[in-house]
C-alpha cells in the first residue's frame, strides 16, 4: 500500500496564514479598532476558556465514540483509543489540505485500512452513515437556529436567505448520498464512469483493470454494510446519540468564549452561525473553507445578528483558535505519533528473519 504520510510543509502553514491575513485585512476595510479588539481579549476568563477547551475534546471524544460504534457492529475491530486518534489524524489532514469536506474521512479509510486490509468497504460505510447523521443534525440545528431568531428579534434578509439556501443545499446532497447508499447498480455507474475516464486520459498506459475490481469488490462490501446498518436500529440510534452530545459539546465551544468574554448572546445566534460555518463546510465543492474565510462569515453573520464588530472579531479569533490550531497541533502531534509507530514496525518486520 503507498504510504500516505503527510508533512506539513511551509506551504501548509501559508495557506492558514493567507487565509488569516486575509480575515485581517477584512477587519481593515470595515475599519474596525484592533486595538479594542486586543484588549477585549485580554480581559478574557481564562478559566472559563479553559472550560471551552476541555469541551473541544470531549467533543473528539464523543464524536469517536460515534464512529467506534459504527465499526465495532461490522466487526471492524477498532479500539477507543485508535479511533479517538484516528480522528484526530483526519483533523488535521482536514486542516491543513485544501477540499477538507473529504479529506478526514479518506485518511481514516487509509489509516484503518493499513492496519487491517480488505475493510475499506466497511470503514467507507461507517463514514458515510456517520457523515448522514452529521448532515441531518445539522439541517435540524439551521432551520431550529432560524426559528428561534425569527422568534426573537426582525431577521435580516441575508441571513434567512443563507440558512434557507444552505438547509436546502444540504437537504439535496443528503438525499443523494442516501440513495448512492440503495442504488448499488448506481454506484457501479459511477466507478466505470470513473475508470473510463482514467482510462481516457491516460490513453490506456495505467491497468486499471484490477484496481477496478478491487475498487467493485469494495463497493459491494459498502453495499452490504449498509444494509446491515438498516437490521440495526439500537447501534444506529447509540451512534446517533454520541454525534448529537458531539453537536451539544461543539456549539458549547463558541457560548463558553462568549462567557469568558463576559459577553453572553443568545443561543439562538451560536446555533445559527455554528450551524452555517458546518453547512458550508460538509459541502464538497472543492473550495479550501478553514482559514480566512470562516473568520470572515462568522464575524459578518454575528454583526448581521446584533452582536458589535468589536466583540464579534473577538470571540471569532478566539473561537477560531481552539477549533482550527489547537486542533492543528494536537492533531499534528498525533499524526506524527502514528506515522514514527508505523515506521518503526515497518523497518522491524524488514529486519526480521
Known amino acids: ?52 477547551v476541555i469541551f473541544l475534546i470531549l467533543d473528539t471524544f464523543f464524536f469517536s465514540i460515534s464512529w467506534y460504534l459504527l465499526l465495532n457492529f461490522l466487526s471492524v475491530k477498532l479500539s477507543v483509543v485508535k479511533s479517538f486518534l484516528y480522528v484526530w489524524y483526519g483533523m488535521f489532514v482536514d486542516i491543513a489540505i485544501p477540499a477538507e469536506s473529504i479529506s478526514a474521512d479518506v485518511t481514516k479509510v487509509y489509516l484503518v485500512t493499513r492496519e487491517q486490509n480488505g475493510t475499506s468497504g466497511k470503514v467507507v460505510a461507517s463514514l458515510v452513515i456517520q457523515r448522514l447523521m452529521g448532515m441531518g443534525i445539522n439541517i435540524v440545528s439551521l432551520l431550529v437556529g432560524i426559528s428561534l431568531l425569527l422568534m426573537e428579534r426582525q431577521v435580516s434578509g441575508l441571513v434567512l436567505n443563507l440558512t434557507l439556501f444552505l438547509a436546502g443545499t444540504s437537504t439535496i446532497f443528503l438525499i443523494l448520498l442516501i440513495f448512492l447508499c440503495f442504488r448499488e447498480k448506481w454506484t457501479l455507474k459511477i466507478i466505470d464512469a470513473v475508470i473510463g475516464f482514467l482510462n481516457y486520459i491516460s490513453r490506456g498506459r495505467w491497468k486499471l483493470t484490477k484496481i477496478r475490481g478491487e475498487v467493485v469488490k469494495a463497493a459491494k462490501i459498502f453495499h452490504d454494510s449498509i444494509k446491515e446498518f438498516g437490521r440495526a436500529p439500537k447501534t444506529l440510534f447509540a451512534s446517533l446519540s454520541f454525534n448529537i452530545l458531539s453537536w451539544f459539546l461543539s456549539i458549547g465551544i463558541t457560548y463558553l468564549v462568549f462567557l469568558s468574554m463576559k459577553n453572553p448572546v443568545p443561543w439562538s445566534v451560536i446555533i445559527l452561525t455554528h450551524s452555517v460555518i458546518s453547512a458550508i463546510h460538509g459541502i464538497p465543492l472543492g473550495v479550501p473553507f478553514e482559514a480566512g474565510l470562516p473568520e470572515i462569515t462568522m464575524t459578518t453573520l454575528y454583526v448581521l445578528m446584533g452582536i458589535p464588530f468589536d466583540i464579534s472579531a473577538t470571540s471569532t479569533i478566539l473561537t477560531r483558535i481552539l477549533t482550527v490550531w489547537l486542533r492543528f497541533f494536537i492533531g499534528f502531534g498525533v499524526q506524527q505519533a502514528i506515522e514514527i509507530k508505523a515506521m518503526k514496525a515497518t523497518t522491524s518486520n524488514e529486519g526480521a528473519p
Do not use: E
Not at 18 to 42: E, H, K, S, W
Open 1 to 52: 500500500m503507498v504510504s500516505m504520510k503527510f508533512k506539513a510543509s511551509w506551504k501548509t502553514f501559508l495557506l492558514l496564514a493567507l487565509g488569516l491575513a486575509a480575515f485581517f485585512i477584512y477587519l481593515y476595510i470595515f475599519n474596525v479598532d484592533v486595538p479594542t479588539i486586543i484588549a477585549t481579549a485580554q480581559r478574557v476568563d481564562l478559566s472559563i476558556y479553559f472550560v471551552a
